[in-house]
């Protein structure tokens, strides 16, 4: 298993070099000029000099090691030094924000939590919510709930959060004023009313993102519930006397979390991707803003960076579900 | 020896299509979810031609209206018609739909089926896969849209530029889920004995992908198909809702429900119209897919 899981870790080092270069190729194309903005009266040759500034003098292939530096080697230096009061980072360039001038992972610092408390509570809402939906519409197949489930995980799929998120705020602000418009992320929780108030801006974009985890999960539960429910260890489980509720709240319910469990790691990256619509939508200011905000302004480091921690995250997850589905399942051993 | 006079059939002989639009009909979600796609792809491509208002027709004096007679669905702020609207962006969404489906369909299929064919190209197609996989799909568009958008539309205009850059974009970020289950088929029926009798008379590679595996492997094709044109209307109307897709007054669902959500707070109820659109497509080509799914599977059909 360690073999295993050291491979793994080998191998996702070239995926993600390739995802970066991907991406750098990509802006390498990029028709903006980060100079546009300067006023005419400004001579060509000072103008040259402020793109040598930002770092735009070089060929490409220099840039890009520059950027991975940068990324992989002066960003940790720079979190190290911040917990630590150390001071390796001393002195070396960071990535520089086009936009606002400024290193572009302390404007990440300042908008992650944001993202981070939104889309990791939408995401535990909506397994809480899936996995009993998942558990109980398997035991009673084809029954009224079964069948009421499998149409409403069918209309999670199908309604996409730039629907709900607008449907909701017209239900439940507009119409019934109970939540707040706009989230609002100056707001500071300091005694239980503006707690209270936090948990009501909270309440629609957690709801909305909750759906389609909702859907999604309680329809692998009940997939895999229904795989283990009618196997041999489950009748010998009950020839045994086991109470039924200890047949499937234990004997089947542990095992058919094992893929369960793999699909909720893999789901995550792409609850953040699903998070930058509904930022946009709820006017959350957290990463996915300052994504579509960098690609407007053409604030091409910025963009790159977040770009590819996204796909760093993805990288991520997949190795932890691959790993975790190794360790949970001892049937399945990869070396 | 058994008596031979009994084994006539009873029915007459027919296909396997028939066989598969006997289980198709069956299944009464799959039935319902192609009436109503079938009823929405009419009434946007043949609705405007009965509908007098032009969707761009601009009437200032009667702008946001509620729904009347004349305007069934209402007028936004510059008194266009918004069924007009509705009709005409259906058009673009499921066009955009159909046509990011179809080139994701055939890059999946071709990589699929030449990774399950040919042993040696196997292992670099599989990771290319791997790779595309592991890319952030949708802010890796979003880039895109940024980059591309000037250029093309420079080039061949801006409706038509945005459409191929859309299309192109969609179709190269979504091929993977096809490739993989279209390999994985494709590596089961080389074991079969009908591809070694082929074999055995020296049909060549070409003959045999095209007249022995892919026949085979056209359900899988098809059930990602219908998954393909739901995940396709989805990414395009999330584009466009983000403002990085069509241009603003050209109409599509996602457009739409963009300009209604910046009229939220006076005219909540324009939300309403072009969301339904999406997910009722969205919706009805999942069933289609589902019951497609089912009746393409031999071992369910005929249950």
């Given amino acids: 298993m360690l073999t295993f899981t050291i491979r793994r870790l080998i191998l996702a080092i070239p995926t993600l070099l390739f995802i970066s270069l991907v991406i750098f ?39 890009f090691y520059k950027w991975l530096v940068q990324f992989f080697w002066v960003e940790p230096q720079v979190l190290f030094d911040h917990m630590f009061g150390t001071a390796f980072s001393e002195g070396k360039l960071r990535i ?88 609002d992320t100056t707001h500071e929780v300091v005694d239980w009313d503006s707690f209270v108030y936090q948990l009501r801006q909270m309440i629609m974009p957690v709801m909305v993102l909750a759906l389609q985890t909702t859907a999604q999960i309680s329809r692998y539960m009940r997939a895999s519930m229904l795989d283990n429910l009618n196997q041999d260890y489950v009748r010998t489980a ?25 699909v909720i790691a893999l789901g995550l990256p792409a609850i953040f991707g699903g998070a930058i619509i509904t930022e946009q939508v709820f006017s959350v200011n957290g990463i996915g803003a300052q994504l579509i905000g960098a690609i407007q302004a053409n604030d091409l480091p910025t963009v790159q960076t977040l770009t590819f921690m996204f796909a760093f995250l993805i990288v991520f997850f997949n190795l932890i579900a691959d790993v975790l589905y190794g360790v949970l399942d001892p049937r399945i051993r990869y070396d | 020896m058994t008596d031979t006079t009994n084994t006539e ?58 729904p009347s007679f004349a305007h069934p669905f209402g007028t936004d702020q510059l008194g266009r018609d918004l069924l007009a609207r509705m009709m005409a962006g259906g058009q673009t969404s499921i066009a955009v739909g159909l046509t990011a489906m179809l080139l994701a369909l055939s890059l999946g299929s071709f990589v699929g089926i030449v990774a399950g064919f040919f042993k040696k190209l196997d292992g670099p197609l599989m990771r290319l896969t791997d790779l595309f996989l592991a890319l952030p799909i949708l802010p890796l568009l979003l880039v895109m849209m940024m980059l591309f958008r000037e250029p093309l539309s420079s080039a061949v205009g801006p409706e038509r530029g945005i459409f191929i850059l859309i299309v192109v974009a969609i179709g190269i970020t979504s091929w993977m889920p096809t490739a993989r289950i279209v390999r994985g088929d494709v590596l089961a029926l080389k074991e079969r004995e009908f591809v070694l009798a082929a074999r055995s008379i020296g049909t060549s590679n070409k003959n045999m992908i095209t007249r022995h595996i892919l026949p085979n492997v056209l359900s899988p094709i098809m059930v990602s198909a219908t998954l393909g044109i739901a995940n396709a209307i989805i990414t395009e109307s999330a584009l466009s809702f983000l403002g990085l897709g069509f241009p603003p007054d050209f109409p599509t669902w996602g457009r739409l429900l963009n300009d209604a959500v910046q009229y939220l707070q006076d005219y909540p109820e324009r939300v309403f119209w072009p969301g339904l659109g999406i997910s009722l497509t969205v919706l009805s080509v999942n069933y289609l897919g589902d019951g497609l799914r089912d009746a393409l599977d031999p071992r369910i059909r005929g249950r």
């Fill in chain 2, 9 to 66: 059939p009873t029915t007459p002989p027919h296909s396997q299509w028939y066989d598969v639009w006997h289980q198709f009909k069956a299944h009464k979600g799959a039935m319902l979810g192609g009436i109503v796609f079938l009823i929405i792809v009419f009434g946007v491509f043949l609705g405007p031609l009965l509908w007098p208002y032009d969707a761009t027709y601009i009437d200032i004096r009667s702008r946001n209206q509620g």
């Fill in chain 1, 96 to 183: 520089i924000s086009w936009q606002h001038r400024g290193p572009v992972m302390d404007v990440v610092v300042e908008r992650l939590p944001q993202t981070l408390w939104v889309v990791g509570l939408s995401y535990i809402v909506g397994i809480m919510i899936a996995l009993p939906i998942g558990i109980y519409s398997a035991y009673k197949q084809y029954s009224m709930f079964d069948q009421a489930g499998t149409f409403i995980t069918m209309i999670g799929y199908s309604i996409p959060p730039f629907f709900t998120g607008p449907l909701v705020i017209v239900l439940f602000s507009v119409n019934l004023g109970w939540f707040p418009f706009i989230y």
């Fill in chain 1, 25 to 63: 190729l990509l802006l390498e194309l990029a028709p903006g000029d980060p100079m546009a903005q300067v006023p005419l009266t400004v001579p060509p040759e000072v103008k040259e000099k402020m793109r040598l500034a930002l770092g735009l003098g070089e060929p490409g292939y220099i840039r």
């Fill in chain 1, 238 to 262: 009950r020839a045994k006397g086991l109470s039924e509720k200890v047949v499937v709240l234990v004997h089947v319910l542990r095992n058919s979390m094992i893929p369960v469990v793999t």
